[in-house]
């Protein structure tokens, strides 16, 4: 399996901006799926979106399209999360997680092989 850090987070004011990166350690990095998903205090952990291996294909939570954009480049052992417009309700613990099975089980967000330990978000109003 692949380590994996997160970091970027941090506090920003409603209406800005930010882009969290997860690098992985491990030469097959560029073979694993991988995702991001957020839990808010006191809520469900839930999917945010994910990415294939090899980058061409991607999905995006539906509320948040438009919004937040998933990205990897696999030279530089990285998957990034550009959140742009960025509400209140954005404020969670931002994980990634990473597989080698097909990207639907990354959306599923059950079983994976690999998670990070999180980076926090929080958007004031």
């Known amino acids: 399996q692949v380590q994996l850090v997160e970091s970027g987070g941090g506090l920003v004011q409603a209406g800005g901006s930010l882009r969290l990166s997860c690098a992985a350690s491990?030469?097959?990095?560029?073979?694993?799926?991988m995702g991001w998903f957020r839990q808010a205090p006191g809520k469900e952990r839930e999917f945010v979106a994910a990415?294939?291996?090899?980058?061409?294909?991607?999905y995006h939570r539906d509320s948040l399209k438009g919004r937040f954009t998933i990205s990897r480049d696999n030279a530089k052992n990285t998957v990034y999360l550009q959140m742009n417009s960025l509400k209140p309700e954005d404020t969670a613990v931002y994980y990634c997680?990473?597989?080698?099975?097909?990207?639907?089980?990354?959306?599923?967000?059950?079983?994976?092989?690999?998670w990070g330990q999180g980076t926090q978000v929080t958007v004031s109003s």
């Open positions: 990415i294939s291996w090899s980058g061409g294909s991607t």
């Open positions: 491990g030469r097959t990095f560029s073979s694993y799926a």
């Open positions: 997680a990473a597989d080698p099975g097909p990207l639907v089980k990354v959306v599923a967000g059950t079983g994976l092989g690999s």
